[in-house]
């Protein structure tokens, strides 16, 4: 499975991205997908998660009220859409694959076998 992630950039605090990640190989739909962030300095930290047949979904705390997970599996594809954006929230944004990675509901990122390239989300202040 390849993970190719898009819609990062720059914006204001308070406002709105829709992070996508397009995953590419053979049976995708059986895949929990989950997204992580890690800023500088920092580790890889847990954002939100959802299950493969997208009926269930988890969120850090941190972004629970403000961020949504979602996915396509007729275009293999997940979204985050992130609204009420804090400057806090900057980091590098991965999306990442697991077949029962969502079953545990630790949500480590050692639970995922793949990840793709990141995209920059930078809110400014």
């Known amino acids: 499975v390849q993970l190719v992630e898009s819609g990062g950039g720059l914006v204001q605090a308070g406002g709105s991205l829709r992070l996508s990640c397009a995953a590419s190989?053979?049976?995708?739909?059986?895949?929990?997908m989950g997204w992580f962030r890690q800023a500088p300095g920092k580790e890889r930290e847990f954002v939100a998660a959802?299950?493969?047949?997208?009926?269930?979904?988890a969120l850090a705390d941190s972004v629970k009220g403000r961020f949504t997970i979602s996915r396509d599996n007729a275009k293999n594809t997940i979204y985050l859409q992130m609204n009420t954006l804090k400057p806090e929230d900057t980091a590098v944004y991965y999306c990442?694959?697991?077949?029962?990675?969502?079953?545990?509901?630790?949500?480590?990122?050692?639970?995922?076998?793949?990840w793709g390239q990141g995209t920059q989300v930078t809110v400014s202040s």
């Open positions: 959802i299950f493969w047949s997208g009926g269930t979904t």
């Open positions: 990442a694959a697991g077949v029962g990675a969502y079953t545990t509901g630790r949500y480590f990122p050692g639970d995922y076998d793949y």
């Open positions: 190989g053979r049976a995708f739909s059986t895949y929990d």
